[in-house]
Structures are given as C-alpha cells and as structure tokens.
C-alpha cells in the first residue's frame, strides 16, 4: 500500500539558512499534519491543512510557513534556520472519514 | 487543553512475556480518539492501535490489546507474547473528535520498551 512520502530524507543546513521540506500524503488523503519531533522528545504538532486550506496551527514559529497545494501535497518552509530548529520533521495523512493519521518517515534536519 | 501522561519513562521484558504500558489523560471533552503509536530505532511513527471514546469495548489488534478506563481517563496498552522487533519507543496520543476531520494530535512523553532474548 502506498505510504506518505517526505523529502528529503536527510537535510543539513547552515545557521541563518533556508530549507523547504516536501510530504505527498497517501492518495485520496485531504488533510496534512506537520510535527517536529526534538532529540528524546515527543513529536510536537506544528500545522495541519484540510482541502488547502490551513485548518489549525500549534507552536510553529513565524519564520516557518506550509502550504498544501492543489494535488494535496505540503510544502514546509522554514527560513533564518536557527541551532534549535534541528528535529526530525514528520508529515502525516489523514483522510476525512477516519480519525488515523499516517506518518511518513520523516525529514531529519540538522543545522550547524 | 489536553494532556497525556505516560508515567514509566522506560520498562523491560523478556521475550514471549505479557507487559502493560500505561497511560493517562486529561480532558473535558466527550467526544475523543486515543491512540498508541510504536517507533523503534528506525524513527518510523507507527499506529498500534486506537479506541473511540464513545465505545465501550477495549479494541484488540493481535498481540495489542488496549484497558479503556474513561472514567479513569487511563489508556493502557497490553502487548501479549512479546517479540523482539517490539523493542520501541511508545507514544500514548490523544486527538478531539471532531467533524471535517484535522485534528491534532497531543503525544504523552513517550515510554522506552526493551524485549530481550
């Protein structure tokens, strides 16, 4: 069965940088969830879009942005990367007429 | 706001042995879902198992069953005949009901489980 795919796997950036990750939600998902999980933490809920529209936010700070474009797919884009920001960035799916959200593997960004 | 406790920050067993992992919430809500999720050393987040709020019956998936104490809000987790690729970290997850879908989920801070040989 097909699963959520993120890309890319692996992202190092530099302090001040840009990085855009990228989530293509199993087919026929309509909703989108971003979570950024620190070192020995629990994965945190950052933003989540239904039919492209943002739905709800949670503690994602300003100088990051999504979007989920018309094939559903999301975009994250974090600009002024700090030491802090570096996590493992997961995108779940869901579909609308279940509660289960499915993970992909997960984007691991590290800034230095 | 919600909240989800998971109180045993590590725990063992030996293979083919029976363990409970346990957990607890904080809600006014009626209308809810909770969830447990695995992730093993591959970081990969997998679903274990969920249960509905307004049900009664303690979903089971094979070796997973789950102890829904709503009037307690305790959620635990019952995994039988455990396997070595059990070895995981175990989140407890919380999420509100709702219609049209997108709601959050709020994660416990996680339980580290060891199935040895």
């Known amino acids: 069965a097909a699963g959520v795919i993120q890309s890319p796997r692996h992202l190092i950036k530099e302090k001040r940088e840009t990085a855009t990750l990228k989530c293509y939600p199993i087919p026929r998902h309509d909703t989108v969830y971003w979570y950024q999980q620190g070192p020995g933490q629990d994965p945190q809920f950052l933003i989540s879009f239904y039919e492209k529209m943002q739905s709800d936010k949670g503690s994602i700070p300003d100088r990051f942005s999504a979007q989920q474009f018309s094939d559903y797919h999301s975009e994250l884009n974090m600009s002024s990367l700090e030491l802090g920001d570096s996590a493992l960035y997961f995108c779940?799916?869901?579909?609308?007429?279940?509660?289960?959200?499915?993970f992909g593997p997960g984007t691991r960004l590290t800034v230095l | 706001a919600q909240t989800v406790t998971q109180s045993q920050p590590e725990m063992s067993v030996q293979e083919a042995e029976t363990v409970t992992l346990s957990c607890t919430y904080d809600t006014s809500e009626n209308n809810y879902y909770l969830f447990w999720y695995k992730q093993p050393p591959s970081r990969q987040m997998i679903l274990v198992i969920r249960?509905?709020?307004?049900?009664?019956q303690n979903a089971t998936e094979n070796r997973f069953s789950v102890n829904f104490q709503k009037a307690a809000k305790s959620f635990s987790l019952k995994i039988s005949d455990s396997q070595l690729g059990d070895t995981a970290m175990y989140f407890c997850?919380?999420?509100?009901?709702?219609?049209?879908?997108?709601?959050?989920?709020?994660f416990g801070k996680g339980m580290k489980l060891t199935v040895n040989p």
């Open positions: 249960q509905e709020a307004y049900k009664q």
């Open positions: 779940a799916s869901s579909a609308n007429l279940g509660p289960e959200q499915f």
């Open positions: 997850a919380f999420m509100i009901g709702a219609q049209g879908g997108s709601e959050k989920l709020v």
